[in-house]
């Protein structure tokens, strides 16, 4: 059974950085891909970014692209998001997310989702 755990999340003024972590259990994860998301108060779940466990297939949400790096640790296990120049519409419940197969942005194909992590930017 496939647990995923985020953690990382906080409060943060603008301009500011914060590093989520993803660790995943109880799978073979070589076959996953690991997406993270994110919701905001009254929208949908969107996606931020994705990438394989060999730190291939990368892709960004444009929203993010040049300020968010995600990198995956596989001796850990763990996911990672470096986000750097943070803004107020970044402001939102972070998912991770995981998925047999190649990468996509599409939120419906992750059967596996961790609890969410709230990020929270404001002065």
């Known amino acids: 059974q496939v647990q995923i755990v985020e953690s990382g999340g906080g409060l943060v003024q603008p301009g500011g950085s914060l590093r989520l972590s993803c660790q995943a259990s109880?799978?073979?994860?070589?076959?996953?891909?690991m997406g993270w998301f994110r919701q905001a108060p009254g929208k949908e779940r969107e996606f931020v970014a994705v990438?394989?466990?060999?730190?291939?297939?990368?892709d960004y949400a444009d929203s993010v692209k040049g300020r968010f790096t995600i990198s995956s640790d596989k001796a850990k296990n763990t996911v990672y998001l470096q986000m750097n120049s943070l803004k107020p519409e970044d402001t939102a419940v972070y998912y991770c997310a995981a998925r047999v197969g190649v990468t996509s942005r599409a939120t419906y194909l992750y059967p596996y989702w961790g609890q969410g992590t709230q990020v929270t930017v404001s002065s």
């Open positions: 109880g799978g073979t994860f070589s076959r996953y891909v």
């Open positions: 990438v394989t466990w060999s730190g291939g297939g990368i």
